[in-house]
């Protein structure tokens, strides 16, 4: 069903538009099914060191195998859990299930696990239940709190800020740190930057993609890169594909990258070969 534009009155889409809708309508059925059916997996895309090359952690990234579609990309889904708040339950099963995959990732030279960064959408945060599912996934699998990363958006940050906020300042006091994801590309507000408790500045690849592209977008990396020093904020830049980018990001002093041209996100059982196989070096 459609809205005509001179009027109220509604009318029968057309068969495509209907056929869009019914796939969409299945979908979401299908989705309700998903966590029980076990179709959700993880990848891992690894995170490197940009001067040591090594790797340092990894981001979680949500995928589902659907029975007949195959895997599903999280762009199409992911609104959908969230929509339907799936993603209440799916992210509290990712968060358990990545803490103790994350247990067997030991960096050699520290003996400690490395890294996990795991994606938050609005909808966790206005459940209620996000800090006491986070806890008890922190307690259920002995993951050390201070390898945890969790990664926003801007757009959270947008409405029921006193809520939110008291979110982030528990998960601060906890020694979680905070990731500002898509940096630069949603309702960025430089004030968001001092307000909230954040410690990493994730910057979008949309930026990356311009190096050696756009003189103009260099210079806004570079921009990127001094205030994320200037405000003692670690920096991830985010979608590396080439060595040119690779070795634009190093020069500019960005401490921190992940991307295809680096590595791909990874099975679990991928991850731990490429640990093994690189020695944790580019
Ligand atoms: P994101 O958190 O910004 O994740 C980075 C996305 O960029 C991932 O896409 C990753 O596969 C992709 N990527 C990484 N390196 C490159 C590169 O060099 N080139 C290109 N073209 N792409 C690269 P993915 O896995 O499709 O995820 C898309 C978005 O879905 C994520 O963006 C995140 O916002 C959301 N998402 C993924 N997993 C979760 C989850 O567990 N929970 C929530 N709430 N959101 C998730
Ligand atoms: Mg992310
Ligand atoms: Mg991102
Ligand atoms: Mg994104």
């Not at 509604?10 to 029980?36: C, M, T």
């Not at 926003?152 to 740190?177: C, H, P, R, Y």
């Not at 990396?221 to 190093?250: H, K, P, S, W």
Request: charge should be negative; glycine fraction near 8%.
């Amino acid at each position: 069903l459609s809205l005509t534009k001179d009027g109220p009155a509604f009318h029968l889409a057309s068969p495509q538009a209907d056929a869009r809708l019914r796939e969409r309508l299945e979908l979401e059925a299908a989705l309700y099914k998903a966590l029980e059916r076990k179709e959700f997996f993880i990848l891992y895309q690894p995170q490197f060191d940009m001067v040591s090359g090594k790797v340092i952690g990894s981001e979680a990234l949500l995928r589902w195998q659907h029975p007949e579609k195959g895997v599903v990309s999280p762009a199409d889904f992911i609104p959908m859990l969230e929509e339907t708040g799936l993603i209440e339950t799916v992210g509290e099963w990712l968060l358990n299930e990545t803490m103790e995959q994350g247990l067997a990732w030991v960096d050699p030279d520290s003996g400690e696990p490395l890294h996990l960064a795991i994606n938050l959408s609005a909808r966790q945060f206005h459940s209620g239940r996000l800090l006491q599912q986070v806890q008890s996934a922190l307690v259920n699998s002995g993951f050390p709190v201070h390898k945890l990363k969790l990664e926003i958006t801007e757009s959270l940050l947008l409405d029921n800020l006193t809520e939110v906020l008291e979110t982030l300042n528990e998960f601060e006091q906890m020694g979680i740190e905070l990731a500002l994801d898509d940096f630069g590309t949603g309702y960025s507000s430089l004030s968001y930057l001092h307000s909230f408790p954040l410690h990493i500045l994730k910057i979008d690849q949309s930026f990356v993609d311009g190096i050696g592209k756009s003189k103009r977008l260099e210079e806004l990396l570079r921009g990127i890169v001094g205030l994320g020093y200037a405000l003692g904020m670690n920096i991830v830049a985010e979608g590396i594909e080439t060595a040119e980018q690779f070795d634009f990001l190093r020069d500019l002093g960005c401490p921190q990258g992940q991307g295809f041209g680096l590595a791909k996100p990874l099975t679990a059982s991928q991850f731990s070969s490429f640990l093994t196989s690189s020695a944790f070096s580019r």
